[in-house]
Structure formats: C-alpha cells, structure tokens
C-alpha cells in the first residue's frame, strides 16, 4: 500500500515544478509589458541609451571630427580693418576665411496680428475647448481664453495678458505637451517676450 501512495504523488512532484515555472514565466512577461509601458508613458529608459551607429561606405575615407587648426567653441575677433568677424580657429591670429563664422540677424517678426479667424481661441463656443492631454488641459485653455483680448489690443507684447498667456503655454509644455503655432495664435509672442527677457 505504501508503494501505492509513493506512486501517486510522483506525478504531482513533476506537476507542481511545471505549475511554478509557468507562473514564473508569467510574472516575467508581467514585468517586461510594465517595464515598455513606463518607458513609453514617461519616456525614460531603464537602460543606458546606446551610441548611433555610424554608417561607413567601404572605399570611401571617413571624414575627422574636426578639421585641423578649428575648436569646438567660437571667437568674437577684430580685422585689420575694424570690422568684427567670429571664427571657430583655434585663435584669431590663425583664423583664415574658411573658418570665419556668418552671423545672421535674428528675423524678427513683423508687427501685425495674426488672422482672427484662424485662431483657435476666437472662435466661438466649444471650438475653444480642445482636446489636449489631461495635464495640458487647464494651462492650454486658459491660453486659447486670452488670444481674444490679445487680439483686440494695439500692442499685445506689451500687456500684463501676453505675459500671462506666455506663463499658461509654458506651463503646459512642461508638463509634456508641446505648442504648436497652429494651436495659439500669439506663440511668436511669448518667443518675442523670453528674447527681451521680460
């Protein structure tokens, strides 16, 4: 009788090991699905991110970093004649015209509104509410809840409005939403207000 007994529970030995194995694989999927998920949600990474791979074309020499007699940063330098010129050369002695730097006037935008029927904040009724994230939602609103008053003033960069619709933008920015000018009219504004470091 006890051979008996012994011969019964072999099997159960052997299906109890493939009952914990199984559950073991499952909380090890469980985990990977959890671990892509906050990855995807808050955009860190559980690892460390990799180096792009560079592309190299047999036959063909891989050009250097940095070409000889440059640095990384740039020099404000003076000419002979007086006239200033920046250059990436290691000093302004040995800067020649391949290494002088063009600065190019920062475009400023011109000074009329934008068109009232494309904003998305002087439309109407429920045009207004639109359908950002959660966390966007309030700031972004409030935003587009401006652009009227903004539209009606003379002067909009100079208003106690501008600064408080520039605040709402970035306030929804970061919180991980991104602006668009399609979504608010005056976004050139509040680029015009952070320049001017108001």
């Known amino acids: 009788m006890r051979r008996n007994t012994e011969a019964r529970r072999a099997p159960r030995r052997g299906h ?9 694989l499952a ?3 469980v985990l990977c699905v959890g671990a892509l ?5 808050t955009g860190e990474t559980l690892w460390p991110p990799t180096a792009p791979v560079e592309q190299v074309v047999p036959g063909r020499p891989a050009a250097p970093a940095e070409p000889h007699g440059s640095s990384a940063r740039i020099l404000a330098c003076e000419a002979d004649d007086g006239t200033p010129f920046y250059t990436n050369a290691a000093s302004c002695e040995a800067a020649d015209l391949d290494q002088r730097v063009t600065v190019v006037p920062a475009q400023t935008s011109p000074d009329r509104k934008p068109d009232a029927s494309r904003c998305l904040g002087a439309q109407p009724g429920g045009v207004r509410a639109q359908g950002f994230l959660g966390a966007c939602f309030e700031p972004f609103n409030a935003a587009l809840e401006l652009e009227p008053a903004l539209l009606k003033s003379a002067d909009p960069a100079s208003t106690a409005t501008a600064q ?3 605040d709402l933008i970035t306030r929804g920015v970061q919180a991980g939403c991104m602006a668009t000018s399609a979504q608010f009219c005056f976004l050139s504004l509040c680029q015009q207000l952070r320049e001017s470091g108001r």
């Open 27 to 29: 909380l090890l999927a």
């Open 37 to 41: 998920l906050w990855q995807d949600l």
């Open 16 to 24: 109890g090991a493939g009952i914990w194995l199984g559950a073991l």
């Open 164 to 166: 408080r619709y520039c």
